[in-house]
């Protein structure tokens, strides 16, 4: 990656940014020993300047790229990986009531339990008697 960005800021006409990227190394070089270490992150903020994506869009960049493998440190009980990280950091977030509401309607369009769902807690609506 270092040298792909060294390459691309010397194509791009602007050798300023690994210049300053490389003193950053070498400035943050004796924490290493403390587990401080550059990593793929540290320069892609660089290529996305040099591409010309918008600021706004590095943070979900990057947010994006971390989704798939979202939980893989353990989830779950003894250690047992969630079969579906994305999905998991979901129903973590709030969105299963989502997929809860979505598997009450399938089985009532397959005839199973109620006649149809029942709305969420949060969108039942008050009935004037």
Known sequence: MREGV???SQEMGQPQWY???DALVQAMAPYAR????VNVD???????YLHQIPKDLFVPIFA???V??????GAGAAGQQHPDPAAH???RAGAARLRADGAARLMCARGHGQSRPRPSPGMRRSVNK
């Open 42 to 48: 540290f320069y892609s903020g660089v290529i996305y």
């Open 34 to 37: 403390h587990g401080v270490n």
């Open 19 to 21: 210049a300053i990227l």
């Open 89 to 91: 950091a979901l129903q």
């Open 64 to 66: 994006v790229g971390r």
């Open 6 to 8: 060294e390459r691309l």
């Open 68 to 73: 798939p493998g979202l939980d893989r440190a």
